[in-house]
């Protein structure tokens, strides 16, 4: 028995120079997902479409944003900082002349902020 409770595999009768890809239980070969009859046009994003679907993947999203929530909420002066510096920088943040991840890791150290990561600037508001 597998573990993973998916495999991806050719979606069969497709024309050689257009491959498409499905998701289908490694056990009873039941098509688990097709992308609603169309095939994945990539490998890749079928194994992104099944982590996402049935390994899982929507749980650990759901559980970091929470966590970004819980983070944001006991952290509203440092939030209100960020987005100060992101209003006086924007141009040169938009530019890739400053690195905003790393401006705010060396922010949240200056200030003694702990159990700050990176990805919950995606869900600063």
């Known amino acids: 028995m597998s573990d993973q409770p998916f495999e991806v595999r050719e ?12 998701l289908v239980d490694p056990v009873t ?13 990539s490998k890749q994003s079928a194994i992104k ?11 650990q999203l759901d559980t970091a944003a929470k966590d970004a929530d819980r983070f944001w909420r006991n952290h509203k002066e440092f939030g209100q ?3 100060a510096l992101e209003e006086t920088w924007f141009k040169e943040i ?4 400053i690195n905003l991840e790393q401006e705010v890791q060396t922010m949240a150290e200056a200030l003694g902020i702990e159990g ?5 600037l995606a869900h600063l508001k």
């Open 81 to 83: 900082k960020i987005q």
């Open 29 to 41: 070969d039941k098509v688990l997902d097709d992308a609603q009859g169309y095939g994945y046009k």
């Open 11 to 22: 979606k069969p009768g497709k024309e050689s120079w257009d491959k498409r890809w499905i």
């Open 94 to 97: 938009a530019r890739g002349e």
């Open 49 to 59: 479409a099944g982590w996402y679907k049935f390994g899982g993947g929507k749980r």
């Open 116 to 120: 700050f990561h990176k990805w919950f």
